[in-house]
Nanobody
Framework: VQLQASGGGLVQAGGSLRLSCASS????????MGWFRQAPGKEREFVAA????????SHADSVKDRFTISRDNAKNTVYLQMDSLKPEDTAVYYC???????????????????WGQGTQVTVSS
């Protein structure tokens, strides 16, 4: 499956962005989905994950109550709504797909099968 992340950009602290991750060709309803981010000089870190059905979600403590992951399986798209952005949220954001039979969330990068190309989010102070 090919994933295309979009929606990044430059925003002031306190602002909002909505990232989208779309699949070309293959349906995403067989995949648990996740968002990760990587800042310069840092390791890639978990941001949020959502199960195949969308019924189970998880968010990193650093973004809890500010970011919300969701999905629209009919549109083959996963979203990350980011509110109250902070300069420390600046990073390249990646979406990823975990092929699975269950309906679970995955927070570990190594368990994901496919990755998008990333979209840059820059938050100015």
């Amino acid at each position: 499956v090919q994933l295309q992340a979009s929606g990044g950009g430059l925003v002031q602290a306190g602002g909002s962005l909505r990232l989208s991750c779309a699949s070309s060709g293959r349906t995403l309803n067989m995949y648990g989905m996740g968002w990760f981010r990587q800042a310069p000089g840092k390791e890639r870190e978990f941001v949020a994950a959502i199960s195949r059905s969308g019924g189970v979600t998880s968010h990193a403590d650093s973004v809890k109550d500010r970011f919300t992951i969701s999905r629209d399986n009919a549109k083959n798209t996963v979203y990350l709504q980011m509110d109250s952005l902070k300069p420390e949220d600046t990073a390249v954001y990646y979406c990823a797909a975990d092929l699975q039979l269950g309906d679970r969330i995955t927070t570990t990068t190594t368990l994901y099968d496919y990755w998008g190309q990333g979209t840059q989010v820059t938050v100015s102070s």
